[in-house]
């Protein structure tokens, strides 16, 4: 295991002097350390969608580019899924009619809204969407925190997979904006890019939950890019 300070995200952050932002972290402290690496990545979600009404987010131009809220509520209920409902003793799910709307191609977490009709999904709204990634968060932070030791390393594994699966939904951001296109109106501009970070290299990962084994991306190996905010390395 690599110390903690080898962190790519850190020795970036530190390089180009942006330590404003850094959180006070222990070193060698893991749950800091993935901890921060989660807040950058929901953040950057956070950031890339802000342009976008909540009219914009709803609309789906054509059947391959699913709304910006779809994109949004699934990457959450990813980690609600895979991570929070086995490994966090007591977490309450947010809504449980949340696993059909938003659930893509895992096959072995149950039935799903069909793609080509996400933008029929008018509800939940963009506020409870965003209470529902509020209300993950908070649970990925308790995880975080009082996983035990001989636990926390299933659990981290999970956090990465569930990281580098949100920044393949950031890449998708161009197909966001596309709905501005066919109407004419004024393309929705993004906030000046913040500063990004290098990718460690690409990771190849699986959840594996009782007797079902399933994979992100239909079944292909997980990819970082490095035009997007780097994890830590692995350990």
């Keep these: ?50 342009p976008l009404s909540a ?19 699934h990457t959450t209920w990813f980690f609600e899924q895979f991570l929070l409902v086995p490994h966090l003793t007591g977490y309450r799910v947010f809504d449980a009619q949340f696993a059909y709307l938003f659930n893509s191609y895992y096959v072995a977490a149950g039935p ?8 029929l999904i008018t509800r939940p709204d963009c506020e409870r ?7 993950v968060d908070a649970g990925v932070e308790r995880l975080l925190a009082s996983a035990e030791d001989s636990q926390l390393a299933e659990v981290v594994r999970i956090v990465e997979i569930g990281l580098h699966h949100e920044q393949q939904h950031q890449l998708r951001r161009t197909r966001w904006r596309r709905l ?13 890019r913040a500063n990004l970070l290098s990718c460690p290299g690409a990771s190849t990962a699986s959840v594996s939950r ?3 084994t399933v994979s992100t991306t239909r079944g292909r190996p997980i990819r970082c890019c490095s035009s997007r905010p780097a994890l830590p390395a692995a350990w």
């Excluded at 799903?112 to 933008?119: E, I, K, N």
């Design 210 to 212: 009782a007797k079902d």
């Design 1 to 50: 295991m690599p110390p903690a300070t080898s962190s790519s995200v850190l020795r970036r952050r530190r390089d180009e002097g942006d330590t404003a932002t850094l959180p006070p972290a222990a070193p060698n402290d893991p749950r800091a350390i993935w901890r921060e690496a989660f807040h950058a990545v929901r953040a950057e979600t956070v950031r890339r969608a802000a």
């Design 180 to 192: 501005m296109r066919p109407i004419g109106a004024r393309r929705a501009r993004r906030p000046r």
């Design 55 to 73: 009219e914009d987010q709803v609309v789906q131009s054509m059947p391959d580019a699913s709304p910006a809220k779809w994109h949004r509520a």
């Design 112 to 119: 799903r809204h069909a793609r080509p009709r996400r933008g």
């Design 129 to 135: 969407v965003a209470a529902f990634r509020a209300h």
